[in-house]
């Protein structure tokens, strides 16, 4: 499967931006996917992810409650709503995808492909 991460840009603190990842080859319904995010000089550090049906998510600690993921497998497409941004979310975000499919995973060992990457910068 090849994903497509889109939707990053430079926001100020407090703003929102909604990130999407579109999935094109194998059927993308049966995947659990997953947003990561990567600072300069930092590990590739777990954000949210999501079961195959929607039906389980997770998200990390210093997220929880400001940012959501969704997924339309109509549309072969997951999100990432990013809201209250602080500078701190600065980073490139990717997403991931799982191909066992159950659960909201948070390791990347679990999944099996990734997106190239989009760059959110949030200013102070």
């Known amino acids: 499967v090849q994903l497509q991460a889109s939707g990053g840009g430079l926001v100020q603190a407090g703003g929102s931006l909604r990130l999407s990842c579109a999935a094109s080859?194998?059927?993308?319904?049966?995947?659990?996917m997953g947003w990561f995010r990567q600072a300069p000089g930092k590990e590739r550090e777990f954000v949210a992810a999501i079961s195959w049906n929607g039906g389980s998510t997770g998200y990390a600690r210093s997220v929880k409650g400001r940012f959501t993921i969704s997924r339309d497998n109509a549309k072969n497409t997951v999100y990432l709503q990013m809201n209250s941004l602080k500078p701190e979310d600065t980073a490139v975000y990717y997403c991931?995808?799982?191909?066992?499919?159950?659960?909201?995973?948070?390791?990347?060992?679990?999944?099996?492909?990734w997106g190239q990457g989009t760059q959110v910068t949030v200013s102070s």
């Open positions: 080859g194998r059927p993308f319904g049966s995947y659990a």
């Open positions: 991931a995808a799982d191909s066992y499919g159950v659960g909201a995973p948070r390791s990347t060992d679990e999944y099996d492909y």
